[in-house]
């Protein structure tokens, strides 16, 4: 069974940072484009990051280009997401999810929330 | 950034009737590699967003059959031909030929 578990989230001041794990298993973690996306509570969904396989590619949505970093550990099969200079419109439900091709992503975790408030 | 804009937001259905949901692309989807990355999501209340459909028509197993998805180019529509109390909740269409993958707003199905 095909399991992703976020953890991370939290309450954080603005400017604060915060990193976000995905444990991976039920699949071949190591060979996988894995994202994240985010929502709003009560609102749509927005791309924040992905990476392929090997971590050599990896795209931003532009509002976290510089202060986001996405990353993985396949060894442990773990995903990150490094947030730095966070503000209050980050704050929302994160997801990680598999991204077999272009976006879609087949399966997602139950996401964990990040509150950015002082 | 391409923008996805679906239509109805807000989709009362009486149960077993059909419904319909629009996404239309502010360009076209066609990627070069000739393929439509065209997904749609289905989020019930409280839960993780579900793949339901992608590449614009491929239902994901264990999606019942009353689902299915068509369009091409900017235009695209996802179908339910009867719909159940268990399909309550808000789709998504999003887009996967460009960087950043962008997602509709999303349509509110509920029960009339």
């Known amino acids: 069974e095909v399991r992703l578990v976020e953890s991370g989230g939290g309450l954080v001041q603005p400017g604060g940072s915060l990193r976000l794990s995905c444990s991976a298993s039920g699949f071949t973690f190591r060979t996988s484009w894995m994202s994240w996306v985010r929502q709003v509570p009560g609102k749509g969904l927005e791309w924040v990051a992905n990476?392929?396989?090997?971590?050599?590619?990896?795209y931003y949505v532009d509002s976290v280009k510089g202060r986001f970093t996405i990353s993985r550990d396949n060894a442990k099969n773990t995903l990150y997401l490094q947030m730095d200079s966070l503000r209050a419109e980050d704050t929302a439900v994160y997801y990680c999810g598999r991204d077999p091709k272009h976006g879609s992503i087949d399966y997602w975790g139950q996401g964990t929330q990040l509150t950015v408030s002082s | 950034d391409v923008v996805m804009t679906q239509s109805p937001l807000s989709l009362p259905v009486t149960l077993g009737q059909p419904a319909s949901i629009s996404c239309r692309s502010s360009?076209?989807?066609?990627?070069?590699?000739?393929?439509?990355?065209l997904t749609w999501f289905q989020q019930r209340p409280g839960r993780s967003p579900r793949r339901l459909i992608y590449?614009?028509?491929n239902r994901d197993s264990g999606v019942p059959g009353r689902f299915s998805g068509s369009g091409s180019d900017t235009d695209f529509t996802l179908e339910i031909s009867r719909v159940e109390a268990d399909d309550v909740g808000v789709y998504f269409c999003m887009q996967g030929t460009f960087w950043p993958h962008t997602f509709g707003q999303g349509t509110n199905l509920e029960i009339k």
């Open positions: 590449e614009v028509s």
């Open positions: 990476m392929n396989d090997d971590g050599r590619e990896r």
């Open positions: 360009q076209s989807l066609l990627s070069s590699d000739g393929n439509t990355y």
